[in-house]
């Protein structure tokens, strides 16, 4: 009996060595022109605090300089159709969201990337391209509320939440406005790493995490 | 007597008038290889919403591409040499940090820039190159909590402040770990351009604003 015990917990210690031994995750964000900064860059300092675990990846549709909204620009290392296989996929919004919800190549790329990733989410706007995308048809999900109108009427058959910090359903997770988005890039750190290490992740930044889904000061009224 | 209070609105009208079309102030941020993500992006996600009043100026030791110590890169635009007058001077913290308190060229450039500056204000610990450029002696000033004895180390005349989110000190205005830059940028906002303006950015922002530089969640015990 102590024997099988003492294989199992062999096996057990073997399992646990091999997940932190396993190659890191590929996390693809889209970048646009006019995206917004911290819908971007909250998310990052979050999930970039874990390089061992997930690998991030910018992409554009044109590889290089991408000026945000606010006017400092990031670089993007590659175009969509040599992006790598995304196991998560991160679409940020911006005022760049409004034209892009006609760009037919961008939404197909969005619903071919979206259909094959593990976790898929989105902060501000981001979730009117997801929509306009198809992506999510028949699902729970919320937005930035100044914009509210404008980005619900991108998905008719989305199921919009007005009072949320977040929305999860399955394997999409939408956020509300900007900043709304760090909240919710460390409830997905918790629920794929654990509740230990996303609060980790938020002490070494010092941020004060808003850890409630439902607490959200800037919902509609 | 009607007629010297109607001058006198006269001119106050034009006085208010005439300071909306003042040139925008110029907000100089200083990069390095491996600054923090947050520390520089928070911040610039608050004041480049002002583009009307502030001109966001990328500054590094070589322009172009600059890697965060999260792997993602912000683009430079100009070198030191070449950086315009600085109204306002900004420090982000980061590991890249450690390497440049020995680095002579910096810390002069540091110092020069900041005397000429009508605000210095850091992140982080980007208070430890202002204190190792001998910009806050003498002065009250805080820094990342988690690398506290290295900063302090740095600038041994400065008075370091245990407990504060951000510390206002005349022109100089320092804050705590990485995410405590985006609110003391809102209060470098508020003193500005006044309460009502640094709110209105903070909310379109939907950024839950920790106004309170003495509630310090992550303050030394």
């Known amino acids: 009996m102590i024997r099988i015990i003492l294989v199992l917990v062999g096996l057990l210690m073997s399992l646990s ?3 932190d031994k396993l190659p890191p995750k590929t996390l693809g964000v889209f970048v646009y022109p006019h995206f917004e900064l911290l819908d971007v860059f909250g998310p990052l300092e979050m999930f970039g605090s874990l390089p061992d675990k997930i690998k991030i990846v910018i992409i ?3 590889p ?3 000026k945000s909204d606010q006017g400092t620009a990031i670089y993007a290392e590659t175009d969509l159709q040599h992006a790598p296989h995304l196991d998560y996929l991160f ?3 911006g005022f760049g969201s409004r034209q892009l919800v006609s760009d037919k190549a961008v939404l197909s790329w969005i619903k071919q990337r979206a259909d094959k990733a593990d976790l898929v989410f989105s902060v501000c706007t981001g979730s009117a391209l ?3 995308a198809g992506v999510l048809d028949h699902h729970r999900a919320t937005t930035n509320k100044k914009a509210f109108q404008w980005v619900t009427e991108q998905g008719p058959d989305v199921q ?3 009072h949320a910090r977040w929305v999860e ?3 999409f997770i939408t956020s509300s406005g900007v900043a709304a988005g760090t909240d919710m890039s460390l409830q997905v750190i918790a629920r794929l790493y654990g509740m230990k290490t996303s609060e980790r992740v938020a002490n070494g930044a010092e941020y004060i995490w808003n850890k ?4 959200d000061p800037f919902a509609i009224k």
Do not use: N, Y
């Not at 409630?212 to 607490?215: H, L």
């Open 64 to 66: 290089g300089r991408v």
């Open 60 to 62: 554009a549709e044109h």
């Open 91 to 93: 679409i940020p919004g």
């Open 130 to 132: 997801l929509a306009k």
């Open 160 to 162: 919009w939440v007005k």
């Open 17 to 19: 060595s091999l997940a």
């Open 212 to 215: 409630d889904p439902a607490k």
């Open 169 to 171: 359903d399955g394997k």
